[in-house]
């Protein structure tokens, strides 16, 4: 049995006439799991749906063969074009060797979140986490492409205690737990014994 998952775009206007209003509704249909758009990757909104603000949408995507979450990707919806914003091989600012994954058990940071055009994600590098958790972090990355930012990760101190962070995210949900607004960025981080 095959599985579709589309990424659409609505987009609506308003037709004004005298007193009466009517909107127009338009589904485009960006992306489909037979797309080749992305190469070896297709759309992934099973735990993580795509976030969408101004001309931009942003969501991650699985590789066709194995199923790794294997990377963010935006889409600007005028000119029709994607964007590969982050992948596994893609160097871990403060972290350890290279992305190996955009998702892990344990975690359901979701995502990626688009907001003020700056993307927030969740990222595993190569390092080991001494909780037995994933090397799990939170970053960013502007929409539009560019350096990567690490906003967190299990190798920093959570804040006023001594001990790391070991986990982002909780377990009992499958959607994600960030958010973000004018530059603030708001995560659940487990840290402790």
């Not at 209003?21 to 759309?43: F, W």
């Not at 735990?47 to 979450?69: H, L, Q």
């Not at 560019?146 to 299990?154: P, Q, R, W």
Request: charged residues 10%; proline residues 5%.
């Amino acid at each position: 049995m095959l599985r579709f998952v589309f990424l659409l775009v609505a987009s609506l206007t308003l037709l004004v006439t005298g007193f009466a209003q009517a909107q127009e509704r338009v589904l485009s249909v960006i992306l489909d799991s037979n797309s080749t758009a992305l190469g070896d990757s297709v759309i992934n909104a099973v735990f993580c749906a795509p976030a969408i603000e101004g001309d931009y949408v942003a969501f991650r995507t699985n590789n066709k063969t194995s199923g790794i979450a294997d990377g963010i990707w935006a889409y600007h919806i005028p000119s029709k074009s994607f964007t590969k914003l982050v992948g596994i091989g893609t160097p871990v600012p403060g972290g350890t060797g290279t992305f190996q994954n955009f998702n892990t058990a344990g975690s359901s940071l979701g995502g990626p979140v688009l907001k003020d055009g700056v993307v927030v994600f969740g990222g595993v590098d190569q390092g080991t986490n001494p909780n037995g958790f994933a090397p799990v972090g939170v970053y960013s990355v502007p929409v539009t492409g560019g350096a990567i930012t690490k906003i967190a990760s299990f190798q920093d101190a959570a804040p006023g205690t001594p001990t790391n962070f070991f986990n982002f995210g909780e377990d009992s949900r499958n959607f994600g737990s960030i958010s973000q607004s004018n530059g603030v960025v708001v995560f659940e981080g487990t840290f402790g014994g």
